[in-house]
């Protein structure tokens, strides 16, 4: 469940003026994703304001593949989003029995795995996570997960529940401000102020790493692309993936999973990738750019470029 905000006590009423602004700011953004139909815009008291600093929300109950498999089926069943049954996506991951069998031996042996989506829908990254979880079979993963979400996300409910605590049920839950074109137009046009983005940043940076020293963490999901992914004419845009989130592949993961999915017209369609170990000076870059991209290009029909960050 979400924590209340008396967890944090001790704001300021200029903070908290820069957090309602900020607050606004993000409930306008994910209102537009609300109109899509996929979601709706959770209620909030004129006051609300989210707390900037509240960045992890831990698993919830007890760790079960069952109740992760039923939830994401109602989101993508008839009463959710109506695509094809969650059982597609386990379907595909099964399809690759060494890709599972290798993701087991590196996480048996103590290392971590980071799975890396598209970015075309906000639940793209959580459905595939959460069959990776189910087609490995171990209930032990789910609370050695991890899941990153932008903030927006907390302002959302899918099939009568918060988006936060129906993702609660397949692992921890850690919410980031990115760096990407979308935080910077909003802070550049005084929506957000620069340093809530550098209190959130800085809290992820020390849960995480916290996380990481006590050895809480086998599997993280993420979809690298900063903001979703954009069509024009026939192509499709993959955002460049902020210098943060580099870095964090490459500092603490040992191996890469990527996957591909694109829901339209009411059908999933999904590829799951080898693990990959980056080389010497391989980055998080050159596997969007050659290993995501044309996965994504392949099951969309469609002309993928990722999008470099400019130097």
Sequence with gaps: MERSQE???????????MY??????LRNQAARHANLGRF?????????????REVYYPPVNEPS???????????????????????????????????????????ESGGRIML???????????????????AIGSTDIVKRTRLFVGPITKELEIVGRSAIEALQNSGGVIVSLPDTDSTEEQIASGEIDRSIK??????????????????????????????TDQETNNIITMRPVSRGTDVLARRYFD???????VMSDKQLVFEVGDI????????????????????????????????????
């Design 255 to 261: 191996a890469l999973w990527p996957a591909a999915v």
């Design 276 to 311: 990959l170990i980056l080389s010497k000076g391989e980055t998080l870059h050159d596997v969007m750019e050659n290993k995501l991209a044309p996965m994504y290009q392949r099951i969309s029909g469609k002309n993928v470029v990722y999008q470099r960050p400019k130097k």
């Design 40 to 52: 709706k815009l959770i209620e909030r008291p004129d006051d609300y304001y989210q707390d900037f």
């Design 65 to 107: 593949l069952e109740i992760i498999a039923s939830t994401c089926r109602r989101i993508l069943g008839e009463d959710g989003l109506g695509y094809s049954n969650f059982d597609t996506l386990v379907d595909v991951f099964y399809s690759n029995a060494k890709a599972i069998q290798q993701a087991k031996d590196i996480m």
């Design 198 to 227: 550098e209190v959130t940043n800085t809290a992820v940076k020390d849960i995480f790493e916290d996380q990481i020293i006590n050895d809480e963490i086998s599997l993280v999901a993420t979809a690298p692309s900063g903001s």
């Design 7 to 17: 967890a944090f006590p001790g704001l300021t009423p200029e903070q908290i003026a």
């Design 20 to 25: 309602a602004a900020a607050t606004k700011s």
């Design 116 to 134: 890396i989506t598209s970015h075309r829908e906000l639940v793209d990254v959580a459905m595939v996570m959460a069959a990776a979880q189910y």
